[in-house]
């Protein structure tokens, strides 16, 4: 099997997070958890609809510091519990992002791919809204959040 990168166009976080498997999958997938943690510093999150499965959809809104609400719809294309979650963002830009979750021991490592649709998309979010920092530190923020669980 081989993989392919196209850096005009992701975006790629991995961490170890210091929490078991099945908790990290459950402040995932769960709206009253994922909504404590979602977005970048600033941000806070409102779950509108989440439904994490095939065809799921999960609407949301990130209420930005500035005052700003930016409405998100995702639609779930593969779920795979507690090892992965794919889902395509279908509000502009468009990307899918895909979470894997790996065992390692007590912890979990956890890897985050947003692939946009194109290199204007990607521009756009990475340049116009900060998406690197911003995936950066909602990754910090679920850590933050499992350890004050």
Do not use: C
Request: aromatic residues 10%; proline residues 5%.
């Amino acid at each position: 099997m081989t993989a392919k990168t196209n850096t005009d166009n992701e975006l790629i976080i991995t961490r170890l997070l210091n929490a078991p498997i099945d908790l990290v999958w459950e402040v995932w997938t769960d709206p009253k958890h994922i909504a404590n943690w979602w977005g970048p510093t600033g941000f806070t999150t409102s779950i509108q609809h989440m439904e994490v499965k095939e065809g799921g959809e999960w609407d949301l809104i990130m209420h930005g510091p500035d005052g700003v609400d930016y409405k998100n719809k995702n639609v779930f294309s593969k779920v795979i519990k507690p090892e992965l979650i794919v889902f395509n963002h279908v509000t502009p830009p468009l990307f899918t992002t895909t979470i894997t979750f790996k065992k390692q021991g007590d912890h979990t490592e956890l890897t985050m791919q947003m692939v946009f649709d194109s290199v204007a998309d990607y521009s756009f979010a990475v340049n116009k809204h900060g998406a690197k920092a911003g995936q950066q530190q909602t990754i910090a923020k679920l850590q933050d959040y499992l350890e004050n669980l």
